[in-house]
């Protein structure tokens, strides 16, 4: 996580120096400072330890095969487009308009360090078209990246190495909700802050436990809390203030005098405020001329069950939530939850009164899993050194249930993986002569300076948006691109307005260009197969 940290930050020196948002050159830079920290390194013959237990590998080894037993079940072998919805077509958009044009939208966490990963992994392809699959790995390698971030924290507590299997466990069935959840919708950047947020409980606790000092606490926080922004701006303010009561509380157990706790809040959070403040709300909302009250009551795409899913996994929260106040242990968690679970009760009541809209109210979620889960494996050890045998057989009825949800079954209570499981069995992909279509259009007609329209409705709109995605096209700056915005004449109009001279559809889809069979009659594809077909209009 430090890695994808600093790559950011470094990029994000590189645009304020005017050299622009450009991983390959950013790629290049992080090369050179590194062959220089090695050298230092063996001239001061100073090197990093890492201490090494078995168990920790079979633990590492099982939750990353898990989830990449499941994203090659979901995306199948050859890695096939399988998403929910268009969302990670935009996102893979983003990625591939930073590698190639080196542009960058108001949160570029993600797609920065997406696309210094591509750019990595390209000397393994034959064709920038195939960028796709190297999106869809680094997705997979993301959820297992999550399920990692969690047990590194929750092994913690661990006292034994049978602890320390129950922890994987419960990081198998917390990547197998809300992590995989997110990988079948495709929100990149929402995964990828949660696990930022993961990490920056494990930076606090670390301040929090003496394991590291506030000298250099406090640059890597203040880096940690730019990224938090960056990556998904909506969870910035929560995390903030979290952090800053957790400083204030360890500023006050350690006798510290009101104005150092302040110096130290402002080391941390002054410069992360600034760039925030310039990024987000001068080059994105004053920009782009938005409200941010209306950017949150927008409705989306999402699964938002957080209260049934979690009542499994609430006992042993509460427990340990309970004993950790009663003994005053394991404050930088506790002090967490409480605080996120406020923030979520208070995103509930605020999506009753329409002031935040049920997409956004459960992104909150997906952070509500995460805390529940990290004091589910505090209590679950706690408890296993009291009552072991009945801790296990509570935890053979609720690994049973999730392994009924793979059948469909198991009730209420184990709804998300049902969900997920269940996507992950009977997706639909996009599949590879779909992709002969997209480098069809690529070669015969964009290429040749000539556009395309993909005739399609909103809820196919995905199948569009990828080919725009490969090609990186400014869909904005282009209004013909939406065929869905029209009925026939309106495209129609359109397209002569805009010079647009083919017309693509998706057969597999016939509800999807219905509205537009008008336009394609009595004429014959200039390239058709199962699954696509392109008429020169």
């Known amino acids: 996580m430090l890695t994808m940290i600093f790559n950011v930050v470094l990029m994000t020196i590189l ?14 830079v992080l090369g050179i400072i590194g062959v220089a920290l090695i050298i230092i390194a063996l001239k001061k013959k100073q090197f990093q330890k890492y201490e090494f237990r078995w168990i920790d590998l079979v633990a590492s080894l099982l939750i990353a095969g898990v989830a990449f037993a499941v994203g090659i079940k979901l995306f199948g072998p050859d890695l096939h487009l399988a998403y929910n919805n268009a969302d990670p077509a935009v996102h893979f958009f983003m990625t591939q308009d930073a590698l190639i044009n080196g542009n960058h939208s108001s949160m570029f966490f993600n797609e920065i360090n997406n696309a210094l990963a591509i750019n990595g992994m390209s000397i393994f392809t034959d064709s920038s078209f195939l960028n796709y699959k190297l999106y869809i790995i680094i997705e997979i390698c993301m ?24 922890c994987a466990v419960i990081a198998i069935f917390y990547l197998l909700g809300y992590s995989l959840n997110n990988t079948i919708y495709g929100f990149g950047y929402l995964g990828v802050a949660v696990t930022l947020i993961c990490f920056t409980i494990i930076l606090c606790k670390s ?56 110096l130290v809040e402002t080391a941390i959070f002054a410069l992360p405020l600034i760039l925030v403040i310039k990024f987000y709300y001068f080059d994105f909302l004053l920009t ?15 699964y938002a069950y957080y209260i049934k899913n979690a009542i499994l996994f609430l006992p042993m929260a509460i427990y340990a939530l309970i004993q950790n106040i009663r003994k005053k242990k394991s404050f930088v968690t506790t002090f967490f939850f409480i605080s996120w679970m406020i923030f979520f009760m208070l995103s509930v009541i605020a999506r009753e009164f329409g002031m935040i809209s049920p997409y956004y109210c459960s992104k909150m979620y997906h952070v509500a899993w995460l805390v529940t889960f990290i004091m589910s494996a505090d209590g679950t050890v706690q408890l296993l050194q009291r009552i072991p045998k009945t801790v296990i057989a509570y935890g053979v009825v609720v690994s049973a249930l999730i392994a009924s949800a793979f059948f469909n079954r198991g009730g209420p209570l184990v709804d998300i993986y049902r969900f997920n499981f269940s996507w992950v069995r009977l997706h639909e992909t996009i599949g590879e ?27 196919r709109y995905d199948r569009a948006y990828w080919f725009y995605g490969l090609q990186v096209i400014e869909t904005n700056k282009c209004d013909y691109c939406g065929a869905w915005n029209y009925d026939a004449t309106g495209l129609e109009n359109n397209m002569k307005e805009n010079k647009v001279n083919y017309i693509g559809i998706f057969k597999l889809d016939p509800e999807s260009y219905a509205p537009y069979t008008s336009l394609l009659k009595d004429k014959k594809p200039i390239f058709e197969n199962n699954e696509v077909a392109i008429y020169k209009y």
């Not at 297992?144 to 929750?154: D, K, V």
């Not at 926080?221 to 303010?237: E, H, K, Q």
Request: aromatic share 14%.
């Open 143 to 166: 959820l297992a990246f999550s399920g990692l971030m969690f047990y590194t924290l929750a092994s913690q507590w661990a006292k034994k190495n049978t602890h320390n299997l129950i």
């Open 433 to 459: 002569q779909t992709m002969e279509g997209y480098r069809f259009a690529s070669d015969e007609i964009v290429n040749k300076g000539e556009k395309i329209v993909w005739a399609t409705n909103l809820r």
């Open 207 to 262: 301040l929090w436990d003496g394991i590291i000092g506030l000298k250099k606490f406090m640059p890597l926080m203040s880096m940690c809390a730019f990224c938090n922004a960056m990556c998904y701006v909506l969870f910035a303010p929560l995390v903030w203030l979290i952090i800053a009561a957790i400083v204030f509380c360890y500023g006050r157990k350690n006798k510290f005098k009101f104005k150092k706790i302040l």
């Open 15 to 28: 645009y304020l120096f005017g050299v622009g948002m450009a991983p390959m050159f950013a790629s290049s």
């Open 288 to 302: 782009e001329q938005m409200d941010v009250e209306d950017q949150i009551r927008t409705n989306g795409a999402h």
